[in-house]
Nanobody, 115 residues
């Protein structure tokens, strides 16, 4: 089993910044990628960004140039730095980890961007 603990969500004004953290523990041998999805009310869950164990990254078009995903292997932690936040970034952000062919999810953290 893999446990993911997220932190860093909150309320911020448009144009502001937040940094989300996702700390992984448990059976992470075989970890392939860690990333973030988000889900706004009434919307489907959408991929925000992910980073592979080889440090390859992928971003949704809507966040390119504003969000940066990074990892600290020593801490088994992945970060999502979110800059120039917009009201449309408001959502619950979920961390996930792909270990071999299995996906594990965090509990979610709320990000609210006020206009």
């Amino acid at each position: 089993q893999v446990q993911l603990v997220e932190s860093g969500g909150g309320l911020v004004q448009a144009g502001g910044s937040l940094r989300l953290s996702c700390a992984a523990s448990g059976s992470i041998v075989g970890l392939r990628a860690t990333g973030w999805y988000r889900q706004a009310p009434g919307n489907e869950r959408e991929l925000v960004a992910y980073i592979t164990t080889m440090s390859g990254t992928k971003y949704a078009d809507s966040v390119k140039g504003r969000f940066t995903i990074s990892r600290d292997n020593a801490k088994n932690t992945v970060y999502l730095q979110m800059n120039s936040l917009k009201p449309e970034d408001t959502a619950v952000y979920y961390c996930y980890a792909q270990v071999l062919s299995s996906l594990y999810w965090g509990q979610g953290t709320q990000v609210t961007v006020s206009s």
